[in-house]
């Protein structure tokens, strides 16, 4: 995936069967990491990891829903990693009607977070920040993370020209827009977005092209 200068550098590992976008972030000289979004035990994540021999910081899920949360268990055993999320998505950690498992026909659980989140943190990670934003309308707790001011982790909240649901548990179509009107809208139109599922665009050309989002 190519880089931002200036930013930290980021891999991206397509993981499950709904092709849940996993990011690991992670400083070069220090190699300090954060994995964000472990759908499922890939084994691609500790391979790339390992092969450049990062330590991590950080487990961090953009939202509750089952394909984001389903290697949270594995990751902290095999890393000792805090687990950080919003702490309006804890209690669909542990539902897997909520967490949308149910009815993939999973049950999955995932364990409490370490630390919960409500929106205004800002993660070091080495010389780099992670800035947490709070955007509900996909699930109540969701959150994107604004990287060195320069790329935003989007989780299910804004893809390439489209956004996240709103017609599941939890979700709401004006809140949802809200949120990306009123807390991403407003960045850098050069902001690289990376999205929970599928390739990255940038604020930019959301703002002038994604039909999803009605004039404010």
């Known amino acids: 995936m190519p880089g931002v200068p200036g930013a930290a550098s980021l891999a991206c590992i397509s993981t499950g ?84 498992s149910d009815m993939l026909g999973m049950q999955t659980i995932s364990p409490d977070p370490d630390l919960v989140l409500e929106g205004s943190e800002v993660l070091i990670l080495g010389k780099h920040s992670l800035a947490v934003i709070h955007t509900p309308g996909h699930t109540p707790g969701s959150i994107c993370l604004l990287v060195d001011e320069k790329m935003l982790i989007s989780g299910d909240t804004l893809f390439y020209s489209s956004i996240g649901r709103s017609d599941i548990p939890g979700g709401d179509m004006k809140t949802l827009q809200s949120s990306i009107r009123e807390r991403l809208f407003v960045l850098p139109e050069s902001t690289a977005v990376y999205p929970g599922h599928g390739p990255a665009t940038t604020i930019g050309f959301e703002k002038a092209n994604n039909p999803f989002m009605s004039p404010g």
Do not use: F
């Open 17 to 100: 069967w709904l092709e849940t976008n996993c990011y690991i972030i992670w400083e070069a000289e220090s190699g300090k990491a954060a994995i964000i979004d472990p759908g499922t035990e890939d084994p691609r994540i500790p391979e790339w990891i390992q092969r450049r021999q990062l330590s991590v910081s950080y487990i961090i899920n953009t939202h509750g829903h089952a394909d984001h949360i389903g290697g949270n268990a594995w990751c902290k055993r095999t890393y000792k990693a805090p687990l950080l999320m919003h702490a309006a998505d804890r209690k669909i950690l542990h539902d897997p009607r909520a967490n949308l």
